[in-house]
């Protein structure tokens, strides 16, 4: 935020405006889209609800109370409401603009203030410290102690404890930050440039992905460079109403990819991307970098987004499997990519194909949401696998890692064990196999 920016300016900027609660005409078309309501009917926990409560805050008719704060947060920020809306409420704004007013209205207790300050603030900014988390991690797999903690079911009586050690991501060594500051040639004849947003947790938990999505775009007559400087995007901030944090590191993300001149930036996660396509609005009122902002979230696509328009090389082996595809939230709802990921499966040789019943709604993973509303997010998630069983299908393939992350746990929880992987896995197989 420029720096003449008041504290009273943001609570007015950041918090959600008069003309977009407006646009709610209250109608509950949106209703049965929304995966807390259908889980427990209870309208303050729908969208018309939440958007109720707001209208009512902004109007100083409620105070943000544990109440308001609990229903908003029991909200998945999905988007599903906005794809079934007829009025144009853009229902995700909303939500992250009232996380962010409570953020900066309501104190927390001093464990979650210091628990908050050194993920969001330390952590996940951080690529040396990522590494040592990841590092842990490794070590804690490696040595068969995780092995024995599943075994033996150790933490059962712990309840929640067990679920969020189900839902630990994985280490993943050589990390992808060797990756970063790398230039990889394109195949072939040169079709585009490319600059590759490799994350923050996915260089750590998801380097195979990454690599694998570095391949697939390479083989599609890619050069992909993975620009020195950039990190976090800053998707987890926004949803936990962090947005000046985002900011920052926006910022960073804008000076290294400055100079590249892409053809396309290109994510292979959909929360992220979400994000990235949205740094205009995160930084409209930074005259220093709004303008910035706009001309890099033009240049966001989704990596699936991306081939599709580009016109996929069909070059691929034999793939005899049959997959069904999970949307993830932020990239049917948030980006409105649905067709694309589907048609790239669809190319692949000896794939069959399966829809998956309500594959746009949300799986329960949803950021940190998994390990915040843990026993929604399960009950969720054990309805998304006893769907994905009706399929038949032996992978379930999505194109965001947190929702592999949450899959995979519910394909040994609750699932069939069916393997979990992203559309750019899938076609990185096929090419391997050419
Ligand atoms: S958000 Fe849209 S669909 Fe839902 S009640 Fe408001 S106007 Fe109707
Ligand atoms: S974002 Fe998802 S969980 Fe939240 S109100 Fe909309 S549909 Fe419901």
């Not at 290109?266 to 220093?288: F, I, M, Q, R, W």
């Not at 999505?398 to 750019?424: D, I, K």
Request: glycine share 8%.
């Amino acid at each position: 935020m420029a720096a003449s920016t008041t504290a009273s300016d943001l609570i007015r900027l950041d918090q959600p405006q008069q003309k977009d609660l407006d646009r709610c005409v209250h109608c509950g078309l949106c209703l049965n889209a929304c995966p807390t309501y259908r889980e427990l009917g209870v309208e303050m926990d729908s969208p018309r609800g939440r958007i109720y409560q707001m209208v009512q805050v902004a109007a100083g008719r409620l105070p943000v109370s544990d109440t308001y704060q609990e229903h908003i947060d029991l909200c998945l920020a999905c988007r599903a409401c906005e794809t079934a809306c007829p009025s144009g409420v853009q229902y995700g704004k909303l939500v992250e603009a009232a996380r962010a007013h409570i953020e900066m209205v309501k104190p927390r207790p001093w464990i979650d203030r210091a628990v908050r300050g050194f993920v969001y603030g330390r952590l996940l900014p951080s690529p040396s410290l990522m590494t040592l988390a990841g590092n842990l991690t490794a070590l804690y797999q490696a040595t068969g102690l995780q092995r024995l903690v599943r075994a033996t079911r150790i933490l059962k009586p712990f309840g929640r404890l067990e679920q969020l050690e189900r839902l630990m991501p994985p280490a993943e060594r050589p990390f992808f930050f060797d990756q970063t500051g790398r230039t990889f040639p394109a195949h072939g004849e040169r079709r585009a440039r490319v600059g590759f947003v490799a994350g923050c947790l996915a260089n750590v938990s998801f380097a195979r992905l990454n690599e694998a999505t570095v391949r697939v775009l390479q083989r599609n007559g890619c050069e992909v460079v993975v620009p020195a400087g950039q990190g976090c995007c800053g998707a987890l901030h926004v949803h936990a109403g962090l947005r000046e944090l985002a900011r920052d590191l926006a910022r960073r993300n804008l000076d290294a990819f400055a100079t590249g001149g892409y053809d396309a930036i290109v994510t292979n996660a959909a929360g992220c991307g979400s994000t990235l396509k949205e740094y205009a609005e995160l930084l409209e009122h930074d005259p220093a970098s709004a303008e910035r902002a706009a001309a890099f979230a033009a240049r966001v696509r989704d990596v699936t987004e991306f081939l599709a328009a580009l016109g996929l090389n069909r070059e691929m082996g034999q793939l005899p499997i049959t997959v069904t595809y999970q949307d993830s939230c932020h990239l049917a709802h948030g980006q409105r990519v649905r067709i694309q990921p589907r048609q790239l499966l669809e190319a692949v040789p000896g794939l069959k194909f399966k829809e998956l019943p309500l594959a746009d709604l949300c799986c329960g993973s949803a950021g940190v949401y998994n390990v915040q509303q843990t026993e929604m997010s399960m009950a969720l998630l054990e309805k998304k696998m006893q769907m994905a069983a009706t399929t038949g299908a032996d992978t379930i393939v999505t194109a965001n890692p947190g929702c592999m992350l949450q899959l995979r746990a519910g394909a040994a929880m609750f699932g069939r064990n069916q393997r979990v992987l992203h559309v750019v896995e899938v076609l990185d197989e096929a090419y391997r196999k050419a």
